[in-house]
């Protein structure tokens, strides 16, 4: 018997007339706030019958809407819709985490449905102190000359940021005159695992040609000309402090790069046996900087890894490897994935944007060979 046998999935209107089963015990419910690291949840206990009735782990966002809601709370006490989130049973226990954090010095209320009747609990979320503005760490790609067809922007901050639908108001794409750029982005958030790294889209359907969007707006970027990257100081952590001033980056543009990477124009440079002297790899262009992150491995003649660690040039045209063991004189490879990118979002196999009249190019080897001497 497997978990779905013991824990059938329960759709909504099952749930509905379950709750209203006089037999299950409003006051045996209880329902509470807390703390986790990820930001504030609720927590709601329920009455035993009820809680075997349900799945054990994930709920979908409707079966747990039938039980327990979450709403941010208007300025005369009135709840606003149910939050979305994700919900999850263990026990008698079922938690609500919000999508987004809950805001600082903002009312919410909990309420929690059994038995045809229900339970509420109102929360304010406290202020926290004020602290340091947070700061841009850095943005990447860190050269200043890019493609016309570049793809992302990784923006690295000291600290998690608010986010929402409302960040993409925060950045900007300035043109030679400073006038801003409509719609440059694919408004999907996306943050690395940390929350500290926001990876920024330039919408793929203005790069690629024949799409309708690029038909009817153009492309974001246009080849030979200046832009200016805005990161705007508006910008608050979850905590509401402002960034305070805003963060540019300057670059300008060189014509599209439609070609996939070809490895014959990479040059690898080996180091000499018995040292721990760093692989150096030299790239004639910017390659993508989380692909040279984890797109490169090292293996030994038996296929085995190699443990080191990795430092990413200017530009993000170089990468060299350091060995946690010295070099023995044998053969290596370094291994290269194939969805490994450069900026312009192209790998190894094809480029981003295929012409499908343009005959396929030969398949090459996803490894150079080298052996330290």
Same mark, same amino acid.
């Given at each position: 018997?497997?978990?779905?046998? *013991?824990?059938?999935?329960?759709?909504?209107?099952?749930?509905?007339?379950?709750?209203?089963?006089?037999?299950?015990?409003?006051?045996?419910?209880?329902?509470?706030?807390?703390?986790?690291?990820?930001?504030?949840?609720?927590?709601?206990?329920?009455?035993?019958?009820?809680?075997?009735?349900?799945?054990?782990?994930?709920?979908?966002?409707?079966?747990?809407?039938?039980?327990?809601?979450?709403?941010?709370?208007?300025?005369?006490?009135?709840?606003?819709? %149910?939050?979305?989130?994700?919900?999850?049973?263990?026990?008698?226990?079922? @938690?609500?985490?919000?999508?987004?954090?809950? $805001?600082?010095?903002?009312?919410?209320?909990?309420?929690?449905?059994?038995?045809? @009747?229900?339970?509420?609990?109102?929360?304010?979320?406290?202020?926290?102190?004020?602290?340091?503005?947070?700061?841009?760490?850095?943005?990447?790609? %860190?050269?200043?000359?890019?493609?016309? $067809?570049?793809?992302?922007?990784?923006?690295?901050?000291? *600290?998690?940021?608010?986010? @929402?639908?409302?960040?993409?108001?925060?950045?900007?794409?300035?043109?030679?005159?400073?006038?801003?750029?409509?719609?440059? +982005?694919?408004?999907?958030?996306?943050?690395?695992?940390e929350h500290n790294c926001?990876?920024?889209?330039?919408?793929?359907?203005?790069?690629?040609? @024949?799409?309708?969007?690029?038909?009817?707006?153009?492309?974001?970027?246009?080849?030979?000309?200046?832009?200016?990257?805005?990161?705007?100081?508006?910008?608050?952590?979850?905590?509401? $402090?402002?960034?305070?001033?805003?963060?540019?980056?300057?670059?300008?543009?060189?014509?599209?790069?439609?070609?996939?990477?070809?490895?014959?124009? +990479?040059?690898?440079?080996?180091?000499?046996?018995?040292?721990?002297?760093?692989?150096?790899?030299?790239?004639?262009? %910017?390659?993508?900087?989380?692909?040279?992150?984890?797109?490169?491995?090292?293996?030994?003649?038996?296929?085995?890894?190699?443990?080191?660690?990795?430092?990413?040039?200017?530009?993000?045209?170089? +990468?060299?490897?350091?060995?946690?063991?010295?070099?023995?004189?044998?053969?290596? *490879?370094? $291994?290269?994935?194939?969805?490994?990118?450069?900026?312009?979002?192209?790998?190894?196999?094809?480029?981003?944007?295929?012409?499908?009249?343009?005959?396929?190019?030969?398949?090459?080897?996803?490894?150079?060979?080298?052996?330290?001497?």
């Amino acid at each position: 018997m497997g978990p779905s046998d *013991r824990h059938p999935l329960v759709d909504a209107a099952t749930l509905e007339a379950q709750l209203a089963d006089p037999d299950l015990r409003v006051l045996d419910c209880t329902v509470r706030f807390e703390a986790t690291p990820a930001g504030r949840r609720v927590v709601a206990r329920l009455p035993a019958d009820l809680a075997a009735k349900l799945p054990a782990g994930r709920l979908t966002q409707e079966q747990g809407e039938a039980i327990l809601t979450l709403s941010l709370l208007g300025a005369d006490k009135t709840p606003g819709p %149910s939050m979305l989130g994700k919900y999850d049973r263990a026990g008698a226990e079922l @938690g609500f985490m919000p999508r987004f954090p809950l $805001n600082p010095g903002a009312a919410y209320r909990a309420t929690l449905k059994a038995a045809g @009747g229900m339970v509420s609990l109102d929360y304010v979320v406290p202020a926290f102190a004020a602290k340091a503005p947070p700061k841009v760490v850095k943005i990447l790609p %860190s050269a200043d000359v890019l493609p016309a $067809n570049h793809l992302r922007f990784y923006i690295y901050f000291d *600290r998690p940021m608010r986010g @929402g639908a409302e960040l993409f108001k925060h950045i900007a794409i300035l043109d030679e005159k400073g006038k801003e750029i409509e719609e440059p +982005w694919l408004v999907d958030e996306i943050w690395d695992e940390e929350h500290n790294c926001l990876i920024l889209f330039i919408h793929p359907g203005r790069i690629k040609w @024949g799409v309708e969007l690029r038909d009817l707006m153009g492309p974001v970027l246009h080849e030979k000309r200046s832009y200016t990257l805005v990161v705007r100081g508006e910008w608050t952590d979850l905590e509401g $402090n402002k960034i305070g001033k805003d963060t540019i980056k300057k670059f300008r543009t060189t014509p599209e790069d439609r070609v996939r990477i070809e490895l014959s124009d +990479w040059k690898l440079a080996a180091p000499k046996a018995g040292t721990r002297e760093p692989l150096t790899l030299t790239m004639p262009k %910017s390659v993508d900087y989380r692909s040279l992150q984890t797109g490169l491995t090292v293996v030994n003649a038996k296929g085995e890894r190699i443990a080191g660690a990795i430092d990413i040039g200017a530009e993000e045209k170089s +990468w060299r490897f350091t060995p946690k063991d010295a070099w023995r004189a044998t053969a290596h *490879r370094l $291994n290269v994935g194939p969805d490994l990118e450069d900026v312009a979002g192209n790998t190894p196999l094809r480029p981003f944007d295929m012409d499908l009249k343009t005959l396929p190019q030969p398949a090459q080897k996803l490894h150079l060979d080298f052996e330290p001497r």
